[in-house]
């Protein structure tokens, strides 16, 4: 991420190295960040050999760095005051000594199953926005992916410890902690990628044409997607308004020729019909046409809506962010450089808008005597010490139980059989 820099070493979005100062010393949750990546309140080998990289507003960059301690942990980042802090693996060794080691000898064992699913890959079919921008109608696309993903890792994956985090513009990352998520290799992160990532290619113009019958995974998500495709995308986006737009995107996910051409024509003789219009034509253009096997049409006509319902609103997902154990990823709580919001975990009913700016945070600080806790980022920090309170619980269960099926009881000593 490149970020513009003035002379006086103000960020893109407003953000003075001074500002990032005063938000690491007085309002980051070190903390419970470190208790989160620790899994436990106590220092352990999950927080010593975890990496920590460091990108600053030069565009200098700093990998390999780890701490021993929460103290240590805020002190060294109030130190370089990165203009964000990353989070990587945890290493067999600690990142911090890598130079006085060989290489080959440093090995990542486990991090953080993740996702990223970003607005970008929804602009064909976002009209009320475009580039950085966000609103609340666009905004909709992000709930519904991370709404299906939820579903699938709760009930595919039997996953329980994950908390969706906001990236700070228009995105989400979801931040997967369960035991079993996090030991996973890159070839256990790749198979769970390609389960969960059906729309692979977002060229719009090319039919998705998924297979017969859906897997139950894609029945469950077209459920979930279908009630919101006509209030999202046929009347609050309204894509295909625009006759070329409907063209290049609506007819080629249609699979008859002759429909295509006879809707081409109808709406070339007829222009700019509203999405919702055209969305009936389909079907009372293809009732005119004479066709045999007229079931087998009708039966594929509904199969290429069904696809289309997923191809505009299936979570679309940043796949290289997936699949290696040793991939970074922008910490919870971070400040955006180009918005200057905060990354905060999401809740029901989260829009960009409520997320905290820094600059809002500083006059609320400055109004009651540097008290966090009367904040508007208090609210956002207890729902992320609650997410952590779950990981570390489960993570007690987890190890006790390997304990017992290893055969040792609570003072670790061997049992006798």
Same mark, same amino acid.
């Given at each position: ?102 290489? $080959?000898?440093?090995?990542? =064992? ?17 009209? @009320? ?8 109608? @666009? ?50 992160? !790749? ?98 046409? !004479? ?16 696809? =289309? ?65 009367? $904040? ?42």
């Amino acid at each position: 991420m490149t970020n513009s820099t003035t002379n006086n070493g103000v960020a893109g979005g407003g953000i003075s190295s001074e500002d990032m100062r005063y938000y690491y010393q007085f309002l980051f949750p070190f903390k419970p960040i470190f208790n989160w990546l620790n899994h436990s309140p106590k220092p352990s080998i999950d927080i010593i050999n975890r990496e920590f990289a460091m990108a600053f507003r030069s565009g200098a960059y700093k990998r390999y760095n780890s701490f021993s301690n929460v103290q240590e942990f805020k002190a060294q980042i109030e130190r370089a005051n990165p203009d964000r802090f990353e989070i990587g693996a945890i290493y067999n060794k600690p990142p911090k000594d890598r130079d006085s080691i060989l290489k $080959t000898e440093m090995k990542p =064992l486990e991090k953080e199953l993740v996702f990223d699913i970003d607005m970008d890959d929804y602009d064909t079919y976002r009209t @009320c926005c475009s580039g950085a921008q966000v609103c609340n109608k @666009c905004w909709k696309f992000i709930t519904l992916a991370m709404k299906v993903m939820e579903v699938t890792l709760k009930e595919d994956f039997g996953f329980n410890d994950f908390i969706w985090v906001f990236s700070g513009r228009r995105g989400a990352h979801c931040w997967i902690s369960d035991k079993r998520a996090r030991i996973m290799n890159d070839l256990q992160r !790749k198979n769970v990628l390609d389960y969960v990532n059906v729309v692979r290619d977002r060229n719009a113009d090319k039919r998705l044409s998924l297979k017969r019958p859906y897997h139950p995974h894609l029945s469950r998500s077209l459920d979930i997607l279908k009630p919101y495709f006509v209030s999202i995308i046929i009347e609050e986006q309204n894509p295909w308004e625009n006759d070329k737009h409907a063209f290049d995107t609506l007819l080629t996910a249609l699979h008859d020729k002759q429909l295509i051409d006879a809707l081409k024509k109808y709406w070339t003789d007829n222009p700019n019909r509203s999405s919702r219009q055209k969305w009936s034509d389909i079907d009372e253009i293809a009732s005119t046409l !004479k066709i045999s096997r007229k079931q087998e049409f009708v039966n594929r006509l509904k199969e290429c809506k069904e696809d =289309l319902v997923l191809a505009t609103l299936y979570p679309k997902l940043d796949v290289e962010v997936t699949k290696q154990t040793i991939h970074l990823l922008k910490s919870p709580f971070c400040i955006h450089p180009s918005t200057g919001n905060v990354c905060v975990p999401i809740v029901d009913g989260f829009t960009p808008d409520a997320a905290p700016k820094l600059i809002k945070l500083q006059s609320e600080m400055e109004s009651n005597n540097n008290d966090v806790e009367q $904040t508007s980022l208090q609210p956002f920090i207890e729902i992320f010490q609650k997410f952590v309170n779950q990981v570390i619980k489960n993570e007690i269960g987890s190890v006790k139980r390997e304990r017992d099926e290893d055969g040792y009881d609570d003072d670790k000593t061997k049992l006798e059989f």
